[in-house]
């Protein structure tokens, strides 16, 4: 991240507070009434729809009109949009500071800002630094707006703490710098942090991290970070996020190309940890557990062989057929382990399959799970979050797919229904009686090209609908 600019809350802004950007909805221009200078809107083809910006001279300043669209339809995620495309408007002509007006779904807009302030440019010193400094919000100043706006700089921190980490390369975000990071911000009242190294990892028995990282010169890592929410008698939600922080696929090779974005394979990971540093600032009621497994999945002398037996925490034991189908491998131990803790509800994320893609896009989020109440707060969850997500099925009869001849399971099923048969390889690790869902977020964690909210690389999608999901727990029936 580029240093992020600073936000603060005015009833007024000064008079140095730079490009002034006004929020308007389609009705306010339409109606060719008040104070906008219709004719240079007209001239840019503005006419107050989401996304649509104009800049426009009033009075000798310029001020830019940003469009929310149709009054009706304005929500947390037009003012979130409006955020980012002020932003980057900002960043455009280079302005050091701006101010907007808000008073509406503040916490949404100031996420917006700093969303669409973002850039990775660490390892790019010829790139030329956003000159944002700082933003003002200009409306009510009051405790209230001051709470939202904190709020939603937090939530995005968070976000733009998910992105650094997953366009951080792979050589570079080693397990072992990933699992400081980790550490680094578990250094806040409320949160506390276990790191296992490969000696604990050997104890615990964790068959399926310790089968992924025998390819690697590098030893790999178990996160355990804990959020005590302080409330007695609360209920603990359990994350679990995938960690392989570079994917070549073990023996089983991936193709350059394939190969190419394969750093992102911590998104969940990512998700996880940066969920966990925004909940000192969120205060949910719930207390919240998270178990990251990291590795990268390399090729060394030793790596597991095609056809090798790992036995998970668990004790079951799975035949590798495709060393490149390794994140169920990790994540297997993983949600053993946070089984044991005996948590009122488990979500696992991670960039599992290249099927989730084929089935649904980039956009979207597979979701899976054994308790339909618990998926249908991951759904609202993910719906305030402006996140995508859709339910796949887990039909016990696909579970044979998964039969091997001289193990509990193989690793891979058949050539159809990858997403499905993965999560299905991941219900043989949960108990049956601990509320689960899975988040296969192969197309989301990682922007090809920009998105609405960021540009190319890592999106730190699911750290707000982790967020929402948290802070709005209810106990299942
Ligand atoms: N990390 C990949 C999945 C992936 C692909 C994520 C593209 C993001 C973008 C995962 O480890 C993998 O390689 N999955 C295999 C599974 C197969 C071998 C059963 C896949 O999807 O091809
Ligand atoms: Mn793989
Ligand atoms: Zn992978």
């Not at 973002?118 to 209230?144: F, N, R, V």
């Not at 998910?162 to 366009?167: E, Q």
């Not at 190969?259 to 940890?273: L, N």
């Not at 089984?339 to 649904?360: F, H």
Request: proline share 4%; aromatic share 4%; hydrophobic share 45%.
């Amino acid at each position: 991240m580029s240093t992020a600019p600073v936000l603060r809350v005015a009833r007024a802004a000064p008079a140095t507070s730079g490009l002034h950007g006004v929020p308007v909805t389609t009705e306010q221009i339409g109606e060719g009434a008040g104070a906008f200078p219709f004719k240079q809107l007209e001239a840019q083809g503005f006419d107050g729809k989401l996304g649509e910006t104009a800049l426009v001279t009033v009075d000798d300043s310029v001020q830019c009109l940003i469009g929310l669209g149709e009054s009706e339809s304005v929500s947390g995620a037009s003012w979130r949009r409006a955020g980012v495309v002020f932003a980057r408007l900002a960043g455009k002509v280079k302005a050091a500071s701006v101010q907007i007006d808000g008073d509406t779904d503040v916490a949404a807009l100031a996420e917006g800002l700093l969303l669409g302030s973002y850039s990775y440019d660490e390892l790019k010193p010829s790139a030329s630094k956003s000159a944002l400094k700082t933003i003002t919000l200009t409306g009510s100043a009051s405790k209230k707006t001051t709470a939202a706006v904190q709020a939603g700089v937090a939530v995005a921190q968070a976000v733009c703490f998910a992105r650094d980490l997953v366009n951080e390369p792979g050589g570079s975000l080693t397990p072992q710098r990933f699992a400081n990071e980790a550490k680094r911000v578990s250094r806040q009242p409320g949160l506390s942090i276990k790191i296992l190294g490969l000696a604990e990892i050997r104890k615990a028995r964790l068959g399926g991290l310790l089968g992924v990282n025998r390819g690697s010169d590098l030893p790999p890592r178990l996160v355990e970070m804990s959020w005590k929410s302080g409330v007695k008698g609360a209920p603990t939600i359990a994350l679990v996020g995938k960690g392989i922080t570079f994917d070549a696929g073990g023996l089983s090779i991936k193709s350059a190309a394939g190969m190419s974005t394969m750093k992102c394979d911590m998104g969940g990971a990512a998700a996880v940890v940066a969920a966990m540093s925004a909940l000192p600032s969120i205060k949910p009621k719930a207390n919240v557990r998270a178990w990251v497994p990291m590795t990268d999945n390399m090729l060394g002398g030793d790596a597991t062989r095609v056809g090798d037996v790992l036995k998970i925490r668990n004790g079951k034991t799975v035949e590798v057929l495709n060393t490149d189908a390794e994140g169920r491998l990790v994540l297997a131990d993983a949600l053993s382990l946070a089984c044991e803790s005996k948590p009122a509800a488990i979500i696992d994320l991670a960039t599992l399959t290249g099927a989730a893609m084929v089935s649904l896009g980039r956009d979207y989020a597979a979701l899976m799970a054994n308790n339909d109440e618990w998926a249908a707060q991951v759904e609202q969850a993910a719906e305030s979050a402006d996140e995508l997500v859709w339910r796949l099925p887990l039909p016990a009869r696909y579970r044979k797919l998964l039969d091997s001849p001289i193990a509990d399971m193989k690793n891979i099923g058949g050539p159809y229904g990858g997403s499905i048969t993965a999560g299905l390889f991941l219900q043989e690790f949960v108990d049956a009686d601990i509320a689960w869902a899975h988040l296969d977020i192969a197309g989301p964690a990682f922007a090809e090209s920009a998105t609405e909210h960021g540009p190319r690389g890592g999106t730190g999608y699911a750290v707000r609908t982790l967020l929402n999901l948290v802070d709005s727990f209810t106990r299942l029936g």
